[in-house]
């Protein structure tokens, strides 16, 4: 079954260290994202790219890193300059971003990060 | 800019009807709608496009007014299976990649 994978689906760290969590699909779709959901805040876009290779910042990009080297996988580094980086980390794709539509997401299971 | 969503949380009981609110300042292009239960991952459940279609699922039905910049989400006859946080999804304009801007969500509660 087609569907996007994240890993790990708990993790916990020190203050002050990097961490990459992973997203991979396998939709063929062309545009994924990273979103971040606190409690009573909804999702707030991280980082989202179109095509391989390319991606653009969203409303809360600062503190964190992401690559596109393959169709396929969008991993997601929370860095130490993130300065609250506790929360339940999504990552999503659609088929591409520039229709509506052709918009909708498919969601992975999450990462819940939780930083000591 | 966030839409708002209303309430920010119903309890229903079985078979009870219930709507859920999504405003935005801005002009909508298309509103999209998902459902998350606890610890899971939001699913589609419907998107209105700007001019009129409507794509549905089951016993929920969902409305989009333009001019008022809103949209209604409508549960019949709720089920238990129903709970969870309803959040609504808007492109945040024309030429903008399809990128959804989320509201912060309705937590619905369904008891038997």
């Known amino acids: 079954d087609g569907g996007i994978t994240q890993s790990p689906k708990y993790l916990f760290r020190k203050e002050g260290q990097n961490v990459t969590l992973s997203c991979e699909q396998n939709?063929?779709?062309?545009?994924m994202y990273w979103y971040r959901q606190d409690p009573g805040q909804g999702l707030r876009l991280i980082y989202y790219?179109?095509?391989?290779?390319?991606?653009q910042k969203g409303d809360i990009a600062e503190g964190y890193s992401v690559s596109r080297e393959k169709k396929e996988s969008f991993p997601l580094t929370v860095t130490s300059a993130q300065k609250n980086p506790t929360a339940f980390y999504l990552c999503?794709?659609?088929?591409?971003?520039?229709?509506?539509?052709?918009?909708?997401?498919?969601f992975g299971a999450g990462s819940r990060l939780t930083v000591l | 800019q966030q839409p708002v969503q209303s309430p920010q949380a119903v309890i229903l009981r079985e078979g009870e009807d219930a709507v859920i609110n999504c405003s935005s300042s801005?002009?909508?292009?298309?509103v999209h709608w998902y459902r998350q239960k606890h610890g899971e991952a939001p699913v589609f459940l419907m998107i209105?496009?700007?001019?009129?279609e409507q794509k549905g699922h089951e016993k929920i039905s969902a409305s989009f007014n333009e001019k008022k910049q809103q949209s209604s989400l409508y549960l019949t006859a709720s089920q238990l299976s129903y709970s969870g946080t309803y959040f609504c999804?808007?492109?945040?304009?024309?030429?903008?990649?399809?990128?959804?801007?989320f509201g912060k969500g309705t937590k619905l509660s369904v008891k038997p």
């Open positions: 999804g808007t492109e945040r304009g024309a030429g903008s990649q399809g990128n959804l801007i």
């Open positions: 209105l496009l700007k001019g009129g």
């Open positions: 939709l063929n779709h062309d545009a």
């Open positions: 801005k002009a909508l292009y298309s």
């Open positions: 999503a794709s659609s088929i591409d971003s520039g229709s509506s539509g052709a918009n909708v997401l498919t």
């Open positions: 790219s179109q095509i391989v290779n390319d991606f």
